[in-house]
C-alpha cells in the first residue's frame, strides 16, 4: 500500500492528527475522496479521530421498512400469496438444486420433491395431513407429528417423499431459511443496542420505532419491523415474533400484509430473551449492547 494520503490531505490545506495517520493510509481511494468532500463541505480543516469515524461509519440506509395494507381487497391478498410464493419458491429452488423437483401436477408416482404453500393441515393418528398447492394444483401430503409441528398454514416449503395412491410421504421437509454465510463485522468500533432506556452510552439506540444515531447527532425513522444497515453489516429489528422461527421461514405476515426478509441480515434485534448466534448471525435480545467491529455482547 502507497497511498500517500497524508500528504495529499497537508496539500489541500488539512491539518491531521498524527495518532490516526495509519488508519488515514488505510482508506481507500473512494473513502478519501468522500472524506476530503464531508469536512470541505462542513468548513473543517481538522481532521481527529472524531470526524474521521463519522466519515467512516456512514449513514444509516433503511433497507426495507414494514408497509401496511390499510384496505385490504382479494387482490390484495391474492398479490400478497403470489408475492411471497415466489420469492420463497425462488429461494428453496437455490437450495435444494435437484433434478427431480416437479410440479404438483406432475407429481402423480414415485420419489419426487415438490415445492407448495400449505393450504391445510390436520392431525391424524400422530400423524398431520398437510396440502400443498401451487399453480397447477393441490396434493395431500403426510408427515409425522415431529415435521408437522413445525408447519404453519401460508408456509412455503419443499418437501421430499415417496407417492402412494396420491399421496406424498414427506421423508424431509425444508424451510427457505437464511443461508450460512460467513461473519460480518464493520470496520469500526460501533455499539448499538435496542432499549427504553434512554441516556445509554452507545453509538446506535433503538427507541420507539426510531433509530437514534449519536455519532452524527441524526434519528431516522423506522417500523418493525425493518432492515437497514450500519457500514457494511445488515440489521433486522423483529419484535413480537421468534427471530429463529422467522429466520428459517423468511417472512413475517402482520395483519394480512407479509414482510418478506430479504436480504438476509448479519444481525437480529428481537425482545425475546434469545441471545445467541444461527449461521453466523447473531441473535440479540433487548437491553444487550452488541460491537459491530467484534461481535461482542455485553449488558447495558
Known sequence: MNHNHLKNLINLGFLVDEKIADKIEALSEEELYNLVEILKKENVFIINEENLRSVLVGDVKILRIFKKTEKFTVQDFVKNLNNRYTFLQDVLMKKLKLSNIVSINKGNVGNLTIIGLVKEKQEKDNNFVISLEDSTGEIKTLATKKLGERVNLDDVIAVSGRVTNKILF????????????PVVYSREPVKIVLSDKKGLKTDYLILNNKIKDKIKNKEYEITN??????????????LGYDPLDVLKKRYVNIENTDFLIKPSPDIVLTDKEINTNYKGISIVSKNKVIDLKTREVSDI
Open 170 to 181: 414427506i421423508d424431509k421437509l425444508l424451510f427457505p431459511d437464511v443461508p450460512l454465510k
Open 225 to 238: 419491523p425493518c432492515i437497514f444497515k450500519i457500514n457494511n453489516v445488515v440489521i433486522l429489528l423483529i
